[in-house]
């Protein structure tokens, strides 16, 4: 009550104020216009009388001059005429002023100095208001004033009623306005707080699903944004704790950010950790004139994000975006995420030629299709060689720089973008424990040796401590690479690589995903059985079942395999057309490279093809969405798709296929799943394919589509647990682990 007090007060005493401002601006316009009718009249009527005043002024006839005088004084607002001469003695004077007229008026001096007419008010006994216009005219040899007296009590009458009215004006104002701010208040304000006080205290007693809160957006849009974080993390923090509870209960131990954070804490004994990707977890670029935050398109950032955030520390990264520079400080950093910082990210400036050279052609020209082994000739060129080498040092000085001040940090280098960088850092910092994560396949032997500088990449990964992959087929296929074409001791039964007085351990992290739901991710029962309806419609075609594929447009993902397999399905079960749509959610990824932008051209063909075949007036077997897709517009598909399908050709460990599971808390859903992903070793309840045999695709989506709700969830709660027990945070644990554990020569020494 006291605030919409001080409000109404505040608002009565401005339009006080601005009322008080007009009124007076139209007080004195009103006086001058006035005064100025005055002057006018009082012209005239001077001069109408100069020529008579001045004939019986030359032939002294003064009473002639008194009996005109007197004869125009007495009109309607006319207090009188007086005229001077020069001495500012009067000449005549109109007989009803005589008596307030012992002096000279005021100003006579300055019309007789100046020679011009005058006028103007002046207050005359007893309380009146007189208008006196002095009219100087010569006359032979001397200068005379006619002198003309309106009364001016009706200017300062019409005076006050303005003020009057303003008073009333401002009266009314003040009530209208006042009633309606207290309206306005109860209805807008005071009533939305108060149902949000309420629905705060259920929030806090656990009685709250919800977690938007019933606030108008549009007058407490920031205070329901981040009342909807704090609802969240109360939401994730009680959702933790019930959980720890049941696990401690049951005698299980589950991975969560809390316990990785704790973890981290002791394990690196409150030491920052460092990372190194080629992709930022945030990235700024221009939207005309605005400048938007959004979270590239990556598989490295889906799975790495939330162990940064955390453990906290630095995420040392290339800033891509148009509008990065501007966001940063004189350093190049900033915190982030943006709404809730919880880490520092670091950014590396690029130019183009640095990034054709490393990023676009040695590393997905060369070393990407080199591990695939994915059909596409690898290519290697000297030049991009070279700024690989440059790149990597340049990334090393940064690094270097984060660690300035530190006693043996931690390093994670992550993907195939850095593999000389370990070296690099170790040479600078042996003091430093340096984890190398090879986020893709690692081939044989024979493979790598097309590389031109193999020994060189070999030595410099092997400047790490630890270096991890996907899985232990992978493992086993990089120490026998090191075996063939380096000199060095390789320990198999610990899985280790002496050289040059250094030890590495090579060791399987099969990474994942953070399976902790988050409050916007629950969907109703309700919400789940429309959900499927609503995408349909929105793609604007009917169908009963929904299959689902989301990829970065690269051939490896398998998509035109996936496509002839659909195409297959469909031949050989009629049934189903018409009732069946897969939709590929695909982003553009590498397009300035010729390969990747052909085979856009090539899916898309792919697609138009098969559609043309069997499409309806209402319906087609494949939608192609080509764009980048936010995890907000991918969750919807995967809750309401009948079948997933992961058919990379050759995959490291493709996250999609445990998003999908994670994301399926109804425990339905089927995934089909390629052999030759990473992820088919850990998911072994999904339907295994090769991606390569249309039969063998076709009967799996066959199989899934008609599998029993029994069958489908005992598959579904298997691959959760599995996805739930090895998340993301177990995998961040597991390597700090093993890191924390190295022993480097410079912690080795003794002091002397």
């Known amino acids: 009550m006291k605030i919409s007090l001080r409000l109404i007060l505040s608002l009565v005493s401005i339009i006080m104020l601005v009322v008080s401002l007009f009124t007076l601006y139209q007080v004195r316009h009103e006086k001058r216009v006035l005064i100025d009718e005055l002057d006018r009249r009082a012209g005239v009527l001077a001069e109408g009388l100069q020529e008579s005043i001045e004939s019986h002024l ?7 001059i008194e009996r005109i005088v007197e004869k125009f004084g007495n009109r309607e607002r006319l207090a009188g005429i007086a005229i001077y001469d020069q001495e500012f003695k009067p000449l005549a004077v109109t007989k009803s002023l005589a008596e307030y007229l012992t002096h000279p008026p005021y100003g006579l001096n300055s019309v007789f100095a100046s020679a011009s007419p005058q006028g103007r008010l002046q207050d005359f006994p007893p309380d009146r208001k007189i208008h006196a216009f002095m009219y100087p005219f010569q006359n032979k040899d001397q200068m005379v004033v006619l002198a003309i ?7 300062e009458a019409r005076v006050k009623v303005i003020w009057q009215e303003g008073f009333i004006r401002w009266f009314i104002q003040a009530l209208l306005i006042s ?3 207290l309206l306005i208040i109860r209805w807008n304000i005071m009533a939305p707080l108060n149902r949000a006080a309420d629905w705060i205290k259920e929030l806090r007693l656990g ?22 974080h704090i609802a969240q993390s109360l939401t994730s923090a009680r959702q933790a704790a019930e959980q720890e509870a049941r696990l401690r209960q049951s005698g299980e131990s589950l991975w969560t950010p809390e316990r990785l954070k704790e973890f981290a804490r002791n394990k690196l004994q409150n030491r920052p950790l460092i990372v190194v990707s080629n992709r930022e977890p945030y990235m700024h670029v221009k939207k005309g004139k605005e400048t938007e935050c959004i979270v590239p398109a990556s598989g490295l950032v889906t799975a790495l994000e939330p162990v940064l955030r955390a453990c906290g520390g630095t995420w040392i990264a290339h800033g891509g ?5 501007d966001m940063v400080d004189s350093k190049d950093r900033l915190n982030v995420p943006p709404d809730e910082p919880q880490y520092r990210l670091r950014r590396v400036w690029l130019s183009k030629e640095e990034e054709d050279g490393y990023y676009y052609g040695f590393s997905n020209e060369g070393l990407w299709p080199l591990c695939h082994i ?5 290519l290697f060129k000297p030049e991009d060689w070279g700024t690989y080498q440059y790149v990597n040092k340049k990334f090393a000085e940064v690094a270097l720089e984060e660690m300035r001040g530190m006693e043996e940090p931690f390093l994670l280098v992550q993907d195939y973008h850095f593999g000389l960088l370990p070296r690099l850092i170790k040479e600078k910092r042996p003091d430093a424990r ?8 690692w081939p044989n032997p024979e493979s790598i040796g097309i590389c031109p500088w193999a020994r060189e990449l070999l030595h410099g990964m092997l400047g790490a401590d630890l270096v991890g992959f996907h899985i232990q087929f992978h493992c086993n296929n990089f120490l026998e690479t090191v075996d063939r074409y380096l000199e060095t001791r390789i320990e198999w039964e610990r899985f280790a690589v002496n050289r040059q007085n250094h030890t590495t351990w090579v060791k399987p992290f099969p990474i994942s995903v953070d399976f902790t739901q988050k409050p916007d991710d629950i969907f109703s029962p309700d919400e789940k059985k429309s959900e499927k309806e609503i995408i349909l419609k929105t793609l604007g075609i009917k169908a009963k079942y929904l299959g689902v594929g989301v990829d970065r447009i690269d051939y490896t993902k398998g998509i035109v395999e996936r496509f002839r397999g659909v195409e297959h399905f469909l031949e050989k079960n009629k049934q189903y057309q018409g009732q069946f749509t897969f939709v590929e959610l695909g982003a553009p990824s590498r397009t300035l490279l010729k390969r990747y932008h052909d085979l856009i051209g090539e899916v898309e063909g792919e697609a138009d093809r098969i559609n043309h075949r069997f499409r309806t007036k209402d319906w087609k077997p494949i939608i192609f969405l080509r764009k980048h897709h936010s995890h907000k517009d991918i969750t919807p598909y995967y809750k309401a798709a009948d079948i997933c399908l992961v058919t990379s050709l050759h995959d490291g460990m493709n996250l999609v296929a445990k998003e999908f599971v994670a994301a399926r808390d109804d425990a339905s859903g089927v995934l089909i799943l390629s052999s030759f992903a990473g992820a088919s070793r850990e998911l072994r309840d999904a339907l295994i394919v090769n991606p390569y045999d249309v039969e063998q695709m076709a009967e799996a989506l066959r199989y899934g589509l008609e599998m029993n709700l029994e069958d489908k969830m005992n598959r579904m ?3 959760r647990e599995a996805v739930r027990e090895n998340n993301i945070f177990r995998w961040g644990a597991n390597l700090i682990d093993e890191l924390a554990q190295i022993r480097t020569i410079e912690s080795d020494k003794t002091p002397t």
């Open 149 to 155: 007296f309106h009364n001016a009590n009706h200017i």
């Open 717 to 719: 709660k298997r691959m």
């Open 58 to 64: 030359a032939n002294a006839k003064f009473k002639e």
């Open 179 to 181: 009633l309606v701010t």
């Open 321 to 325: 975006g148009d509008a990065d520079r």
């Open 207 to 228: 009685g709250v699903e919800d977690t938007r809160p019933p606030l108008p957006k549009d007058i407490f849009g920031s205070l329901a944004k981040e009342v909807t």
């Open 434 to 441: 340096v984890a190398l994560f090879w986020h893709i396949p």
């Open 374 to 378: 994915a059909h596409a000739r690898p």
